[in-house]
Structure formats: structure tokens, C-alpha cells
């Protein structure tokens, strides 16, 4: 059966097959180059001294079986690289195993250069291998073959550390977003309890004096509390989702304060796709009714507006309560529901993308201001 998994799961093998075609296309090119390269050589040394003139045939297969020898020992060379005990950020320690290494790899390459050779029956210069391993090993390191062996290992070094690096850096920059995730659900679960309590603790002031009442505020909690975990999942939410989350605890509030509440709740134009951070209205409207409605003798209003302006989605609070206390600033005086707010919106979108102010009105009461990046889901 094909579910989302096997599709992603197939979508990466098909993404990796490519990658590593494009990769084997482009070594076969340079492969060809360099062999179309040396091919052009008129004479190559036979014996020490003596050097021996070429037809472009014999050229071409000189240089097809060096490149594909070449090919082979670079193969075995990064194989034994990333398997070396020590970190591949330690190039020193690295570079130092290679030196050792130059030289098995050098002689490893004559004899299978040597080989191929004689096969094709091309030209080569037998008295390389005269006189043993050791003998081979003197001459080679003397000649082109171990500078081609370092192009090699230093060119594999700067691509594989430029990989680690970017992995380290892909990885770091996960790190960091599930720690702020982390921080985001520890915000969002301060917020929940606290909501939570002060809702319970309205209703228990109605039990005994109002039970009828009582029962209606639990049954509208009840169905507050299964908005809230239809995404408690999600960091944002279509701000259509966000109100209704809003309207139905302002429902709950209704019946504690029956007609000693007013409530108005206006998002203009399209703004109601956008998606805002999930329980980022509930705190702020709580606080205007808890602080700012709760003991006018005449009875609370609150408004809730949103809308859209310059690509950013705007939202506000206000109550018409008696304000905020004389020396009251946002950063040190804002009590959980404003400080986790505040700090969400930090941690969402950055200290240049989102503003968050709260601010008397001249009337009276108070003004919170929201402004955010405008996106859909």
C-alpha cells in the first residue's frame, strides 16, 4: 500500500539515484578529457635516457590504461581515507596517515599502470620494475607519479571537509530550531495550565450560589478545551481558527458576566486565512477582561480587530477598563500571559519581523498591538 512515507521514502531514493548519476556522468567526463588530454603526447621514456616516439594510438591507450589506474587507486584511496582513526576535521592527522600511504599507493599504481600496459601492448619503461618492491618504491617517489597521488588526496580532502562542514552546519541549524521548538511547546504549555485555572476557578465561585450557571460554564470549557487540542499540535493556525478559539471562550465568559460584558470580535478582508501563532489572542483577551473589565460598575467592553496591511497581519486588543498603573512597562512588569506572548512571538519570528506593544488608551483602558508577517498556509 503507498502512503506518505513510501512516497517520501521513494521521492529520496529517486533524488539520491540522480545526484550520484550526475556525479558518475561528470567523473566519466573528466575522465575523457584527461585521456583525450594526454593522448596528444608524441614520445614517452622507455628506459631510463632512452625515450620512444608514438603514434596517437599508442598515445591513446598509454594514457586510457594511467587515467583508469588513476581512477582505481583514487577509489581506494578515499575508501581508506574514511576509514582512517581520526575525526575528518583533523587534517593534520590525516595528511600525516597519507604520507605512508603516498608511497604504498605510488608503487600500487606502477605495477597496475605497468600491467595495463603490457596487456595493450602499449610502450612502457620495464626497468621501473627491476630490482623488487623497494627498488620501485625509490624510483616512483622521485617521479610525476606521487605529485598526481597528493592532486588527488588534497583535492579529496578540501571536497570531503567543505561536506563535513556543511553537514556540521545543516546539523547545528536543526539543533537550534528543535530547541526552539522546545522552547515554543514550553511556552505553550505555561499558557494552557494557567488559562486552565483561572477558568476553574471562576466556575467554583459559581457552584454553590449558581449551579445552573456553574454547569453551563463547564460544559462551555469543555468545548473550549476540545478547540484548544484540535491544534495543540501546530505552531500557527489560520487565524479563522484562532477566533473561534477566541469567540468560544468569550462564550464561557458570557455566562459568568451575563450582560456586564460587551464583545466585539472584527477581522476585516481576507485576513482570516493568515496564519498567527496558535492561543497567541486567548491570553491577551483574558487579560482585558480579568484586568480590565472585571470591576467596571457600567460593565466591560473588549474588542478584538484584525486586518492586513503591507504584507504583514495586524491585530488588537482593547478594553475599556482604567488602564495600565502608573510606572507599568512591558518588560517588567507583564505577568505570564504577556511574557510568554511576547517571548513566542520572539522565538517565531525574530526580534526585526513581528512588534508587540501595549499601551494606554487616551479614553481609557487599554490598546495590545500585534503585528506579523503576512503568510497562508
Sequence with gaps: MWNRF???RRYTLVVSESVWRRRWLWLAAIWTLLVLLFSTRTEVRGEPFVWISLTWSQSLRIAAVQWTAWALVAITVMWIDERLPVSRTALTRRIL?????????????TYLNYGGLALLHAPRDASLLSGGVLATAWRVIHRNTTFFYWVIVVFYLALDYQS????????NAELERLLSDAR????RTQLRPHFLFNALNAISAYIEVKPKTARLMVEQLAELLRLALDHTDEQEIALERELAFVDRYLRLQAVRFEDRLSVSLAPEGDVLHALVPSFILQPLVENAIQYGTNNQPGGGEVSVRAWRTNGRVCLRVTDNGPGLPRGWTLERNAGIGLANTRERL?????????SFTVTPQTTGGVQVDLSLPFHEA
Design 184 to 187: 515554543l511547546e514550553t511556552l
Design 164 to 171: 563535513h562542514l556543511k553537514d556540521r552546519l545543516i546539523k
Design 6 to 8: 513510501d512516497a517520501g
Design 97 to 109: 596517515w597519507h604520507i605512508p600511504l603516498s608511497v604504498v599507493f605510488t608503487v600500487a599504481f
Design 346 to 354: 520572539r522565538q517565531l519570528y525574530g526580534d526585526a519581523n513581528h
